[in-house]
């Protein structure tokens, strides 16, 4: 079974350029999660879809952050301007998930991204 | 603040010794999981645990959920230095509708030395 597939693996870009990250999830899995892990913390849920709709937003900085799901698959993360705090890994994941319940979200190798 | 507070945040020891991580909370947690997480990878599930007072066993590596649900433990038996990695806490919040999201504790960086 193939994995969470992420690109590009790393991206180095100046502030106030735009970037973009693309993620495939595991095939079926109807959740897909984008996280922003800073060196050193725990992943930081960013945005939750249940196929193509949004579940959960709550902690995306809308002013510059932007995601979409197409067609309930791939899904592609969006930052512009991009921001010096804005280096981080962003990690996309999917899940078979039973609502409330607990679920095993599979990560793919996520994406390092240097803001200089 | 963090709403799940792992400790220690790091953690240096040699081979064949044993540790333990703790994950704290003031939150009832539905389920709790550990991940661990390599350099340049994603985290990998090692457990989940969703009945109090719930102790689950992975080779060396032995997990317990708190009898309330807000708190867990990981103990590592005799590490080894393919023991290394970040590793995490995870909890789904009980109560309301959360559809499977998690909470990620800060993190346990554990090095072990040959």
């Known amino acids: 079974e193939a994995g969470v597939a992420q690109s590009p693996r790393y991206k180095i870009i100046e502030k106030r350029q735009s970037v973009a990250f693309w993620c495939n999830p595991i095939?079926?899995?109807?959740?897909l999660y984008w996280y922003q892990q800073i060196l050193g913390q725990g992943p930081k849920l960013l945005i939750q879809?249940?196929?193509?709709?949004?579940?959960?937003d709550s902690q995306l900085p809308k002013d510059r952050f932007s995601a979409e799901r197409l067609k309930g698959v791939d899904s592609t993360l969006k930052i512009q301007p991009a921001k010096l705090e804005d280096s981080a890994v962003y990690l996309c994941?999917?899940?078979?998930?039973?609502?409330?319940?607990?679920?095993?979200?599979?990560f793919g190798p996520g994406t390092r991204l240097t803001v200089t | 603040t963090q709403l799940l507070e792992q400790s220690p945040q790091f953690l240096s020891i040699q081979e064949g010794e044993n540790l333990t991580v703790y994950c704290n909370s003031s939150?009832?947690?539905?389920?709790l999981q550990w991940y661990r997480q390599e350099p340049g990878e994603g985290p990998v599930l090692l457990v989940t645990?969703?009945?109090?007072?719930e102790v689950k066993k992975l080779k060396r590596l032995t997990f317990q959920f708190g009898d309330a649900r807000k708190d867990s433990s990981l103990h590592i038996t005799a590490a080894q230095p393919g023991d290394t990695g970040l590793y995490l806490c995870?909890?789904?919040?009980?109560?309301?509708?959360?559809?499977?999201?998690?909470?990620f504790g800060q993190g346990t960086i554990l090095t072990v030395h040959p």
């Open positions: 645990v969703v009945t109090g007072g």
């Open positions: 995870a909890g789904v919040r009980a109560g309301g509708t959360s559809y499977g999201k998690l909470t």
């Open positions: 939150s009832v947690f539905s389920s």
């Open positions: 879809f249940q196929n193509n709709g949004v579940v959960d």
């Open positions: 994941a999917s899940s078979l998930v039973i609502r409330d319940r607990a679920n095993e979200q599979y």
């Open positions: 095939s079926g899995h109807a959740t």
